[in-house]
């Protein structure tokens, strides 16, 4: 029994001592406190202890625990537009000045002249001298058509200006079915600007039956053509 009572008196001198430690009655208090009390009831002493100790953790917490601060707010800038001085001085005109606004110009850009055409030419008249399109002809026959054109250009014709074949067609596929000569007409005389001139090709009738034609260009003396086509339209019938 006496054991007992030691041990109850040692784990109560260790609450002292705890709560000497946190602020609360000190040792001598204590054991007043426990001579006063007359019997001692281990138990109570220990309980009310306890919960003394209970109370000064508590208060010790609450003493060492840093209060939260509250949320820093952060400004909310409005969305308005901020005048910069750059420094650019401005001029101010005096009262009845009117203030000159800019404007454009209209620019008119002339043509270009194309300047007068060196070869040209035009359809004579008549055109067809002989042999007009559809004109019959036995098989194999020879012929030599015949179309007038003018110098409508600046420069003239002369010996390099020349007729030349640049289309053909047949019933039987006949590349040149009229066996036109390549060239087919060279200028022997001078044909100034103006001037009309009678320009031919001599050609022969395919012995088939069947209708037939063949077209020619004028070609200057720097290989260039110039003007229309010139066509001959035939028919070979028995």
Do not use: H
Request: aromatic letters at 6%; hydrophobic letters at 40%; proline letters at 9%.
């Amino acid at each position: 029994m006496k054991s007992t009572k030691r041990i109850w008196l040692f784990a109560l001198l260790v609450l002292l001592l705890m709560l000497t430690a946190c602020g609360g009655q000190t040792v001598a208090e204590a054991e007043g406190a426990i001579e006063d009390s007359g019997a001692i009831d281990p138990e109570a002493i220990f309980t009310s202890a306890a919960a003394t100790v209970g109370a000064q953790l508590t208060e010790t917490a609450i003493a060492f625990s840093p209060t939260p601060e509250p949320p820093t707010l952060v400004p909310t800038l409005p969305a308005t537009a901020t005048l910069v001085d750059l420094g650019i001085a401005t001029a101010t005109l005096p009262a009845g000045v009117p203030t000159l606004i800019p404007t454009l110009t209209p620019i008119s850009i002339a043509p270009t002249p194309g300047g007068p055409i060196c070869d040209a030419m035009l359809y004579g008249s008549p055109l067809d001298i002989n042999y007009p399109d559809g004109s019959e002809l036995a098989p194999g026959e020879d012929f030599e058509k015949i179309w007038r054109i003018k110098n409508d250009g600046v420069c003239t014709w002369d010996s390099g200006y020349i007729l030349v074949p640049v289309s053909s067609t047949s019933s039987r596929g006949d590349n040149n079915p009229l066996d036109a000569a390549n060239p087919a007409f060279e200028i022997k005389t001078l044909v100034s600007p103006g001037q009309q001139v009678d320009v031919g090709a001599k050609l022969t009738a395919p012995l088939d039956i069947g209708e037939y034609s063949t077209c020619f260009i004028m070609e200057n003396d720097r290989g260039v053509y110039f003007g229309g086509v010139l066509c001959v339209d035939i028919k070979v019938v028995k």
